[in-house]
């Protein structure tokens, strides 16, 4: 039995994490078109929020006005919070044979939690598992920027109580996210998050091919609007 056949059967849980200001938001949308121009059913989601109350949660958790929240509040809430998605939407997804795209889930709390607030990583771990309700994500992708230039990005219209941390905060998360690239090769998939969108879209297809073959024409289209549009600006720049 192919791949593509298993996910369309048992539906497939797919999630990308990285900096705030990665492109995450962005590439989530490039890959829930991509699937649904393949046939797929399509959950798009976000993490924290996602249902009513998670949703709640977060406006608590991005508040900037909390600033003084406890390390151990933070997690707690994340926790709370995707464990309300996982039992209402998630998993009734999976069931149904969908594919889930999730901005975020689990990794962010191992990285900003865990690396970012120097939480004990056992404790995250465990929390982490109770949070899931044993649901786990089949792929994840992991979008690499550096980390000024992410930063930039992400707050130039005003930073959340997260951005607000600053750049040493989101270099231990970055640190975070790359050891977990090595601890967990078999699902997690690092990114060059530089380049246009169509470029970072194309190394994502790449990078779910086995699961989802027909992207591999994704990635080839995507590559090949990159190269026309790099041609493009060099004409104009010809013509200036």
Do not use: W
């Not at 406890?70 to 709370?80: R, T």
């Not at 709390?109 to 970012?116: F, N």
């Not at 970072?200 to 994704?218: C, G, K, N, Q, Y």
């Amino acid at each position: 039995m192919s791949c593509d056949t298993d996910t369309e059967r048992r539906g497939a849980f797919i999630t990308l994490e990285g900096i705030d200001g990665c492109g995450k938001t962005t590439q989530a949308a490039l890959l829930a078109d991509a699937l649904e121009r393949g046939g797929r059913e399509v959950v798009r989601l976000r993490e924290p929020g996602g249902t009513r109350i998670s949703e709640k949660i977060r406006s608590i958790l991005l508040d900037p006005e909390n600033g003084e929240m406890a390390d151990e509040c933070e997690l707690l809430l994340y926790e709370a919070a995707r464990a309300q998605l996982v039992r209402q939407v998630i998993e009734p997804a999976l069931d149904r044979g969908a594919v889930v795209v999730c901005d975020r889930f689990y990794d962010s709390t191992y990285a900003y939690q865990a690396a970012g607030r120097a939480l004990d990583e056992a404790l995250v771990d465990r929390c982490n598992e109770l949070g899931c309700c044993g649901v786990h994500p089949t792929r994840t992708i992991v979008l690499d920027l550096d980390v000024s230039c992410a930063l930039g990005r992400a707050t130039k219209d005003g930073a959340d109580r997260l951005e607000a941390e600053g750049v040493a905060f989101q270099e231990r998360v970055r640190e975070g996210y790359l050891r977990l690239a090595t601890r967990e090769a078999d699902r997690v998939r690092l990114l060059d998050a530089m380049g246009s969108p169509d470029e970072v879209e194309a190394r994502i297809a790449r990078a779910l091919s086995d699961l989802f073959p027909f992207l591999s024409d994704a990635a080839s289209d995507a590559a090949a609007d990159a190269v026309a549009d790099a041609a493009a600006a060099v004409g104009e720049v010809g013509h200036a």
